[in-house]
């Protein structure tokens, strides 16, 4: 029949003019989203620019001046490395295929991670001064980059966001310690800087760490055979959990159309899209990261790991996942800066963490700021984060960019003791130690029953000596060793001490 001949004519054109789509979009060039409009460079090293073409399609790349190529390979998947570059623009990059792309407003300068748990997530818009700081935050050189929050069972090639420039717009909801930490540096460097903010509130720090890394340290492997037990058990417990919440809809209804009180929604079961779940962050907001040239990283977490099982175990799994991200960068052992939990009020094994934390500072390039002073003892999301950002870039201006100063508080060392009298000594004290408000408290010492008393503590030049008359042979002391401690020891910088003990027994009592 014609109109069968002729229906046969029409499905051939339209499969010539879907093939002929497809085959102009797989020859499309596309970028990875973090490499965009307004981003920043990392000055002084070998800068990676990476993407997607059709297979064996040649890429040229331009960046002020520079011209370098690369073809596609079977997968598509196309890199070229630019620089090193120095600081400065902006710029425009040119990226031609099969078709163009081109990325403007490029600066070149320092570009650093920002990533943990909520306290990292915690916005500018809820810090001290929030008004006042929102409409001072115009800063041109200033870049932000804000990773979307998403999960992932394996790691991912791309994420959601978008780099802006800092405006009190885009800074508003922007982290505020990566905000003040890059602000810090920016004013200090006098380079452009970019902060890429990748951060989950109240996830633990396996969610941050690749599967790999855990399955390789024995102690660590635990997490994973724990949740491919949770794994297993999901589908039986969605069935359950769909019934269950079923049915309280209908209870639910019933209360509000008799004013009474609704009964308690079930909750929904642990499954693959849990963000506890190991490496499911990694996997999506670390992983499409990684080929990007960066400075160093900044982190704030602790808090989901303060366990009374896992306070201790953190320090094997904190240095763990610093280790995997240094290994999948591939740019050695970069600057990792972390903060130290603040003084709360909790039920949880925050001095042991705080402890884990301060062990964590055996790698090298690695920072702590102390934030003992500064946190909320009833609210786990304490308002001062300019501080928590500026005690960070501190570390950095000094430790990564050879700013002479004094940039951590007193560091525990080494302890003496003559007679009933124990000597500490520090390292970080600058010109001296002092106590702030005028008396110097918080410490406690046992001696050979492990029974802990307060205890009299008095500076001697860059040393700290304590006493109490109810210990006449000192084996141990303990400072600032409580959940939300008294911290009043401080160095010249006025920058407090880290808690710390001189034992490490497992029967020793905490200091009342």
Not at 48 to 76: L, N, Y
Not at 214 to 226: C, G, K, T, V
Not at 361 to 380: F, K
Request: one cysteine or more; glycine letters at 8%.
């Amino acid at each position: 029949m014609w109109y069968q001949h002729d229906m046969r004519i029409r499905i051939f054109f339209l499969a010539c003019v879907v093939s002929l789509g497809l085959t102009q979009l797989d020859a499309a060039v596309t970028l990875p989203r973090v490499i965009s409009d307004h981003m920043v460079f990392q000055r002084g090293a070998p800068v990676r620019v990476w993407g997607t073409a059709s297979p064996g399609e040649e890429v040229a790349v331009k960046f002020r001046g520079r011209r370098v190529s690369a073809r596609a390979d079977g997968q598509g998947q196309w890199e070229v490395f630019l620089g090193p570059l120095t600081a400065g623009g902006p710029d425009d990059m040119r990226i031609d295929g099969d078709n163009t792309v081109v990325v403007k407003d490029i600066l070149v300068g320092e570009v650093w991670v920002a990533s943990g748990q909520s306290n990292m997530q915690f916005s500018l818009s809820r810090a001290v001064n929030a008004e006042k700081e929102i409409a001072a935050a115009k800063y041109p050189r200033l870049r932000l980059f804000q990773v979307k929050r998403e999960t992932a069972e394996t790691p991912q090639e791309d994420v959601q966001g978008e780099w802006r420039q800092c405006t009190p717009q885009s800074a508003e909801d922007f982290s505020a310690v990566g905000y003040f930490f890059g602000r810090k540096l920016l004013q200090n460097l006098q380079v452009p800087v970019g902060i890429i903010h990748s951060s989950w509130g109240g996830t633990p720090a396996e969610a941050w760490t690749s599967r790999e890394a855990l399955r390789a340290d024995s102690e660590l492997w635990f997490y994973l055979r724990e949740w491919d037990d949770v794994m297993a058990a999901y589908p039986a417990a969605m069935v359950r959990y769909e019934r269950a919440h079923a049915k309280w809809e209908k209870q639910a209804a019933k209360a509000k159309a008799s004013g009474a009180k609704s009964p308690r929604e079930p909750r929904r079961p642990r499954g693959p899209d849990n963000p506890h779940r190991p490496a499911t962050l990694y996997n999506a907001m670390i992983a499409p990261l990684v080929p990007y040239g960066i400075r160093g990283a900044i982190w704030y977490q602790g808090e989901s790991n303060a366990g009374a099982n896992e306070a201790f175990r953190y320090r094997r799994l904190f240095a763990a996942m610093i280790e995997d991200w240094r290994a999948r960068w591939g740019v050695g052992e970069f600057p990792f800066l972390f903060v130290q939990l603040a003084n709360f009020e909790t039920s949880a094994d925050w001095p042991v963490l705080r402890e884990s934390q301060t062990e964590t500072l055996h790698l090298r390039h690695t920072g702590m700021a102390v934030t003992t002073d500064i946190g909320n003892p009833t609210d786990i999301h304490p308002r001062n984060k300019q501080d928590v950002g500026k005690r960070l870039a501190l570390w950095a201006l000094a430790e990564t960019y050879g700013k002479k100063l004094v940039y951590s508080g007193p560091l525990y060392r080494q302890m003496a003791v003559d007679g009933s009298k124990a000597q500490l000594y520090f390292d970080h004290t600058g010109s001296g130690l002092k106590a702030a408000g005028g008396s110097l408290n918080g410490f406690v010492i046992a001696g050979p029953d492990h029974v802990f008393h307060a205890a009299t503590a008095k500076i001697k030049g860059k040393s700290v000596v304590v006493s109490s008359p109810e210990v006449s042979a000192p084996k141990a002391v303990r400072y600032a060793w409580e959940n939300n401690p008294e911290n009043t020891l401080r160095n010249s910088a006025n920058l407090p001490a880290s808690p710390f003990r001189t034992d490490r027994w497992r029967d020793g009592r905490m200091p009342k």
